[in-house]
């Protein structure tokens, strides 16, 4: 494989781990005894998993050191410190007996249902350590849903022999995940499915989840640019930025680059702010920057605000059923629908996700904004050159940040200690991120505790609930409390590219609303 000078040296970083996890024979996972309250529908759809309890981990010699066998699989969009859970499943692995044995399932979970696989060995391994991307065994958005499915996935862990699958995946992922280990144990297969907190839109949360792996890279990433951009602007003094952030539903990719960079104005989806308002906000934010003589500025728009615009949410939420169902809309959405330009109605229509999702990285918001904020100036005098910029792909497969391959290999390690001492059915959670990797504390948590119910493709169906910007969180408050001051003057900040070198302060800093 070619390499860049920086990826070769990034191969020879030694990701940190908590002190608990250097000898794996020394420690275990605990049961922790905490009262459920669990809705019936959850308890009666997983009687095999709804009483799984939490464990911590705990000193205490193992006495379990069998060979294992775990199959892993990626599943989703890609999110920097993948491989580095592969590289520490492997090396724990490795550790808790040396003929066990790692086996990737390639191209997500679509491998699983087709038995596409590969070894995953020291060799393979080797050149993807703190490496970005996914490409080792490749990821894919495909659902494990149809009971064909569910008895293809199981024939494939048996024909495997797996102690363990792995799932590292979002929210929707391990939904899949928690349906899966409910399904091997109805059948009496002995695979622990264990989940891995991945995705870059930092939704996957909860009070046990601080952040899901892959947003620190990705936000350091666009604030990079952002930062860039912002200079740019204000150097040349020309061009309104319209950048629009990845970031699916929610607004914390928005809000965290907001906080980094200190832009002229942040769009946050979850302020619930009507469409009429927010094109009056940037219309007003224009002339007045006009009237001090600034005709540019930086605008942040999460790709979700499009689902938070109340005139749009029940739009979605038709649009939805009738792609479902093949229903017609009704004559109140079909008129909503053509108050938009052509492109954003096409795009507002494009088919769901197989999870159901609208795929929001699809329909260019930035562009209805300009349109309509264009609409709203007609007639004023002054300038509003605009540019637009959509900040997605490039921060989902960049190298990990040392914060996300420190994370990731912790991940890893613990998910391999879920399925030596049989946990089935739980993510692995690290908590007290904010801290130093010594101060990390360590849990494995039952999916099934943060499922709700919510209408998928028509349905009601259990699923992870996405965790929103919180208003009350002291991340918002903090940013609320700063960002009228950067409306007029410019405070724009340039955090400039990740680093690896130098000072703790650059190089494992955490993301801010971490903070
Ligand atoms: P995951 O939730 O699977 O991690 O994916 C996140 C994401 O990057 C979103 O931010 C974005 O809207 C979407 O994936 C894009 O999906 P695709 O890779 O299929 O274009």
Not at 34 to 41: A, E, F, I, V, Y
Not at 63 to 72: E, F, M, N, Q
Not at 146 to 164: K, M, R, Y
Request: hydrophobic share 40%; proline share 5%.
């Amino acid at each position: 494989m070619e390499m860049s000078f920086l990826q070769k040296v990034r191969l020879q970083y030694k990701p940190l781990l908590p002190p608990i996890l250097y000898t794996l024979s020394a420690v275990s996972l605990k049961p922790i005894s905490q009262s459920k309250h669990l809705d019936p529908r959850i308890r009666s759809l997983f009687p095999h998993t709804q009483a799984q309890t939490a464990f911590e981990i705990v000193r205490s010699p193992s006495s379990k050191a069998a060979p294992l066998r775990i199959g892993v699989v990626f599943s989703g969009g890609q999110a920097a410190g993948g491989h580095n859970v592969i590289a520490a499943l492997y090396d724990a692995l490795l550790q808790i007996h040396p003929s066990s044995a790692l086996i990737g399932f390639l191209d997500g979970p679509s491998g699983i249902i087709k038995n596409q696989s590969m070894p995953l060995t020291a060799e393979a391994i080797a050149p993807y350590r703190n490496q970005g991307g996914f490409d080792l065994i490749g990821s894919g958005r495909a659902k494990i849903e149809t009971p064909q499915q569910f008895q293809a996935s199981l024939q494939t862990v048996l024909a495997h022999d797996l102690d363990g699958l792995v799932i590292v995946g979002g929210d929707d992922s391990n939904t899949n995940g928690a349906l899966l280990a409910e399904y091997f144990l109805a059948h009496g297969c002995k695979t622990c499915v264990v989940g891995v907190p991945k995705t870059i839109d930092g939704d996957l949360r909860s009070s046990d989840i601080e952040i899901s792996f892959g947003f620190d890279s990705a936000c350091k990433t666009y604030a990079e640019t952002i930062g860039n951009i912002a200079k740019d602007a204000a150097s040349g003094k020309k061009y309104y930025h319209f950048i629009r952030l990845m970031g699916r539903s929610a607004s914390h990719i928005a809000l965290e680059c907001a906080l980094q960079t200190q832009p002229n104005l942040t769009l946050i989806g979850e302020e619930g702010k009507s469409l009429s308002t927010l094109v009056d906000e940037i219309a007003d934010l224009i002339r007045r920057r006009s009237e001090i003589g600034k005709e540019y500025g930086v605008i942040l728009i999460p790709e979700g605000l499009i689902e938070f615009i109340p005139e749009i949410k029940f739009l979605i939420q038709e649009l939805n059923q009738s792609l479902a169902t093949g229903e017609p809309l009704s004559i109140g959405a079909r008129a909503s629908l053509s108050i938009f330009p052509e492109n954003i109605q096409r795009q507002l229509g494009m088919e769901r996700d197989s999870h159901g999702n609208v795929q929001v990285s699809w329909i260019e918001t930035e562009q209805m904004l300009i349109e309509l904020v264009r609409l709203k100036l007609d007639g004023w005098k002054g300038k509003f050159n605009t540019l637009r910029h959509f900040l997605g792909y490039e921060g989902r497969s960049c190298l990990p940040t040392n914060f996300d391959a420190n994370y990731c290999s912790t991940l890893g390690t613990l998910a391999a200690l879920c399925v030596r001492d049989g946990a089935t059915g739980v993510i692995a959670s690290v908590q007290n991120l904010a801290q130093s990797v010594s101060k990390w504390q360590l849990k494995a948590v039952p999916i099934v505790d943060l499922l709700h119910f919510e209408q998928r493709s028509g349905r009601e169906k259990p699923v992870i609930e996405k965790a929103l910007v919180d208003l009350k969180s002291s991340s918002y408050v903090h940013y609320k409390k700063k960002c009228h001051a950067w409306e007029l003057e410019d405070h724009y900040l340039v955090p400039g590219p990740i680093q690896f070198f130098g000072p703790a302060e650059l190089t494992d800093a955490v993301p801010v609303t971490l903070r």
